[in-house]
C-alpha cells in the first residue's frame, strides 16, 4: 500500500508492501507445513490400515487352509545316501592346565 505524507514541502511515498507481503509469506508457509504434515499423517494412516488388513487377511488364508502331511527328509527316503547333511560328531578333549605356584 502506497501513502503520501507531505513533509516540509515535499511529499514522500513509503511503501509497506514489502513488510506486508513477507508478513503473508511467513503466514502461508506455516500453513504450507502444516498441510503438508497432516497429509503425512493421512498417508501413514492409510499404509498401517491397509497393512494391518493385509495381515489379518493372511492369518485368516493360513489358518483356514487344511495341513497336508509333511515331506519326508532325504535321509529318510534313502538311508544309503552319503550328503553332507547328516550332523558332524564333533568332540571335546581336556585340556591339561598347568599353573605355575610361586
Given at each position: 500500500m502506497?501513502?503520501?505524507?507531505p513533509?516540509?514541502?515535499?511529499t514522500f511515498?513509503?511503501?509497506n508492501?514489502t513488510?506486508?507481503?513477507?508478513d503473508v509469506?511467513?503466514?502461508?508457509s506455516g500453513?504450507?507445513?502444516?498441510?503438508i504434515v497432516?497429509?503425512?499423517i493421512i498417508i501413514?494412516?492409510?499404509?498401517?490400515?491397509l497393512?494391518k488388513?493385509y495381515?489379518?487377511?493372511?492369518?485368516t488364508?493360513?489358518?483356514l487352509?487344511?495341513k497336508g502331511?509333511k515331506?519326508?527328509?532325504?535321509?529318510a527316503l534313502?538311508?544309503?545316501?552319503?550328503?553332507?547333511?547328516h550332523?558332524?560328531?564333533?568332540?571335546?578333549?581336556?585340556v591339561?592346565?598347568?599353573?605355575?605356584?610361586?
Open positions: 502506497t501513502t503520501a505524507t513533509l516540509g514541502g515535499t511515498f513509503s511503501l508492501m513488510t506486508r507481503g513477507e509469506l511467513y503466514k502461508s500453513a504450507i507445513v502444516a498441510a497432516v497429509v503425512v501413514f494412516t492409510v499404509v498401517l490400515i497393512l488388513m495381515n489379518r487377511k493372511m492369518r488364508k493360513r489358518e487352509e487344511p502331511p515331506p519326508a527328509s532325504p535321509s534313502d538311508p544309503n545316501c552319503n550328503s553332507s547333511q550332523p558332524a560328531t564333533v568332540t571335546f578333549s581336556p591339561e592346565i598347568h599353573v605355575e605356584t610361586r
